[in-house]
């Protein structure tokens, strides 16, 4: 199993400039999640999924869009992207809570920094 | 305001002592703590998690101790090994982890040396 997987790896931007990151897990999880971790700070929640075809916004939404057609995938948007944006972005997934999951322990990609210029 | 706080940016242990990191909260209605590690250039990896209805849990040389009225958690690793020398993140959730709306800390950074 590969896991949660991210790409790109890396990527600059100008700004103004559209992209979308790609997030794609193959644990069958139900949930998905989109972060920004930025220097000195903790993860921050950008947008998370609780299942195909559901999202709903975490701490840090605006800029953002995302959208789940398929249980495997999450894709962040930055439609029109800007400095404030640059940062690392770690996808995660967690299974459904029950069964072997004692609760939300989420499975993280490697992440994928983000440089707008 | 931050909800979860980990005062201590940074820590540095002697190898084969303890390591213990802290964690602070003050949003009452968290019932689900986790620690993540995390290695530079990788993403998180779930280290440890406790419930709001236990005072501690242990896995291996990792024990998460939980002080609810105090609103405090720490992560005591035992020994502590070079190998272990990442950041650690504290976490916690108000929906017992069904939903994961995880609030994470800054984080601490371990150094654990020779």
């Known amino acids: 199993n590969a896991g949660v997987t991210q790409t790109p790896k890396f990527r600059v931007l100008k700004t103004g400039q559209s992209m979308t990151l790609l997030c794609a897990q193959d644990m069958n999880h139900e949930y998905m999640y989109w972060y920004r971790q930025d220097p000195g700070m903790g993860l921050r929640l950008i947008h998370y999924s609780v299942g195909e075809g559901t999202t709903a916004k975490g701490e840090v939404p605006d800029g953002y869009n995302v959208s789940r057609l398929k249980k495997q995938n999450f894709l962040l948007g930055l439609e029109s992207a800007a400095p404030s944006q640059t940062s690392v972005y770690f996808c995660?997934?967690?299974?459904?809570?029950?069964?072997?999951?004692?609760?939300?322990?989420?499975?993280f990609g490697p992440g994928t920094r983000l440089t707008v210029l | 305001d931050q909800q979860v706080k980990q005062n201590s940016p940074s820590l540095s242990v002697q190898e084969g002592r303890i390591s213990i990191l802290n964690c602070d909260y003050t949003n009452s209605m968290f019932d689900y703590f986790l620690w993540y590690k995390k290695y530079p250039a990788e993403g998180p990896t779930f280290l440890i998690s406790?419930?709001?209805?236990?005072d501690k849990n242990e896995d291996g040389r990792f024990t998460v101790f939980l002080n609810k009225s105090a609103k405090h958690l720490s992560l005591h690793i035992v020994p502590s090994q070079p190998g272990d020398s990442a950041v650690y993140f504290c976490?916690?959730?108000?929906?017992?982890?069904?939903?994961?709306?995880?609030?994470f800390g800054k984080g601490t950074k371990l150094s654990v040396k020779p």
């Open positions: 995660a997934s967690s299974p459904l809570m029950g069964g072997t999951s004692l609760g939300n322990e989420q499975f």
């Open positions: 976490a916690a959730s108000d929906d017992g982890g069904s939903q994961g709306n995880l609030i």
């Open positions: 406790i419930s709001s209805i236990k």
